[in-house]
């Protein structure tokens, strides 16, 4: 079976379409001839057919500038959308900027009231540390003076003490001395003389000048080593 072409086939089918249109508009003239308003009619329907040939064209046409009308008119209300939109999405930026801004000016503000309310506390603790830092440099300086005084009274004291006991020692030197002299003396004039009566008379007398001169020793070495003591406190 031999195979037809496909574009044969279709012009094969428009004639045979166009052959049926023909045969049966014939058939409607030759009905419609005889009536009264048969040509009226076959006008009307002349007309119509026109009107239905072009009428696919005037729609296309028609719906294609509708179209463009409707892309102008929806490019236009796209861009006003989109324009209103960015306006609203700026006033949203620059609302949430404010509120982010408010929020770090708040925190900022509590912040400085704090370091403020520290400022003044720790000014407050200097005013106080530094009235006990005089106070007590008062009290050092103070101390410092009555170290300096006791220091020159210690001085003083250790070369009174000094001098006491050199005047003691001399003191007891001479008092030494003197005992020794006086019992040598009394010896030797009780070797010079003769006599039992003498010697009974001088021997009194010698035992009463030790007695004395040992009782002043004694005396006068208590009386420096109390001078001493009293120096001492």
């Not at 209103?84 to 503000?109: G, P």
């Not at 530094?130 to 005084?149: I, P, Q, S, T, V």
């Amino acid at each position: 079976m031999a195979l037809v072409p496909a574009d044969n086939s279709f012009l094969s089918l428009l004639n045979v379409e166009r052959k049926q249109a023909l045969d049966r508009q014939k058939k409607r003239e030759d009905l419609l001839e005889d009536t009264e308003h048969g040509s009226k009619i076959l006008g009307l329907h002349q007309d119509l057919q026109a009107l239905a040939d072009v009428l696919d064209e005037r729609v296309e046409s028609k719906l294609s500038a509708n179209e463009k009308a409707f892309f102008v008119a929806y490019k236009s209300f796209m861009f006003t959308v989109q324009k209103e939109f960015k306006e609203l999405k700026q006033k949203a930026d620059e609302e949430e900027t404010k509120t982010r801004r408010d929020a770090k000016i708040q925190s900022l503000e509590k912040e400085l009231d704090w370091f403020m309310n520290e400022a003044l506390r720790l000014d407050e603790l200097v005013k106080k540390y530094k009235k006990e830092l005089d106070k007590w440099k008062g009290k050092a300086e103070a101390l410092e003076d009555d170290r300096r005084f006791l220091e020159s009274q210690i001085k003083q004291a250790k070369r009174t003490n000094k001098s006491l006991r050199s005047a003691v020692e001399q003191a007891q030197s001479s008092a030494y001395a003197a005992l020794v002299s006086a019992e040598d003396g009394q010896q030797q004039a009780i070797k010079a003389q003769e006599g039992p009566t003498e010697d009974l008379v001088m021997g009194p007398s010698y035992s009463g000048l030790s007695q004395e001169l040992e009782e002043k020793y004694q005396t006068t070495v208590k009386r420096l080593k109390q001078q001493l003591q009293q120096e001492q406190k």
